[in-house]
């Protein structure tokens, strides 16, 4: 079972373009919802996260923007660039009644820029 | 600060062969915890530790065993190596239990099982 479901599964955008990866979660527990950026060869590296009360966060030219009620949320990478090429994982994670946060990730979406 | 230390990088094991994939921190992290990693399937949950003498299981636990004797170590053994284990493994670790969403990964081990 898929908590947290992400498309596309691949992106190919041109420089300078809008990239845009998409996320929706089932369970209403969830209380943090991160995106952690991965290069081919590394591990994946927390970019951006975001907690539910607040509809949008920004950071330099990566966006999440967040819709509780339709459970949805979204990274946007403005004025893409060839180095934001990477696999991007959007993430969600809740409490567990042991006290620590269970993340649970997306399958991923492999993101080329093209000069 | 080295961060998380994966080693080895690369490994190939015969079906039925048995090893230890090492992991290490420097940041003093309380939490640290295994995923693998499976074209189309994302980053699943194998085990985690919650501080020096506490495991739990994660998604898929089968097959591996953990131990945290230090706060800075976290091996992950394969009891007996199956084809199905062959996966990218990544530890991570987080300050906290209560920041276990903020990790931060190594650099991984890429393990095929032949």
């Known amino acids: 079972q898929q908590q947290v479901k992400q498309s596309p599964q691949s992106l190919i955008v041109q420089k300078g373009g809008i990239s845009i990866i998409n996320c929706a979660y089932e369970?209403?527990?969830?209380?943090?919802f991160p995106w952690y950026q991965q290069f081919p060869g590394k591990g994946p590296a927390l970019l951006i996260a975001?907690?539910?009360?607040?509809s949008e966060k920004k950071e330099g030219r990566f966006t999440i923007s967040f819709n509780k009620s339709a459970k949805q949320f979204s990274l946007h990478i403005m004025d893409s660039q060839p180095g934001d090429s990477a696999t991007y994982f959007c993430?969600?994670?809740?409490?567990?009644?042991?006290?620590?946060?269970?993340?649970?990730f997306g399958t991923g979406t492999k993101l080329q820029v093209i000069p | 600060n080295a961060g998380v230390t994966q080693t080895p990088k690369f490994q190939v094991l015969k079906t039925g062969q048995s090893m230890t994939l090492q992991c290490a921190q420097d940041?003093?992290?309380?939490?640290m915890s295994w995923y693998r990693q499976d074209p189309g399937m994302g980053l699943r949950l194998i085990h985690y530790?919650?501080?020096?003498?506490?495991?739990d299981q994660g998604e898929v636990p089968n097959g591996y065993n953990v131990s945290r004797s230090t706060t800075e170590d976290f091996p992950l053994r394969l009891l007996s190596a199956a084809p199905s284990q062959t996966s990218v493994y990544f530890c991570?670790?987080?300050?906290?239990?209560?920041?276990?969403?903020?990790?931060?990964f190594g650099s991984g081990t890429q393990l095929s099982v032949l």
């Open positions: 991570a670790s987080s300050y906290s239990r209560r920041t276990s969403e903020k990790l931060f």
């Open positions: 369970n209403t527990a969830f209380d943090y």
């Open positions: 975001i907690r539910p009360d607040v």
């Open positions: 993430a969600a994670s809740n409490t567990t009644p042991g006290g620590y946060q269970k993340v649970t």
């Open positions: 940041m003093n992290h309380e939490y």
């Open positions: 530790s919650v501080g020096a003498g506490i495991t």
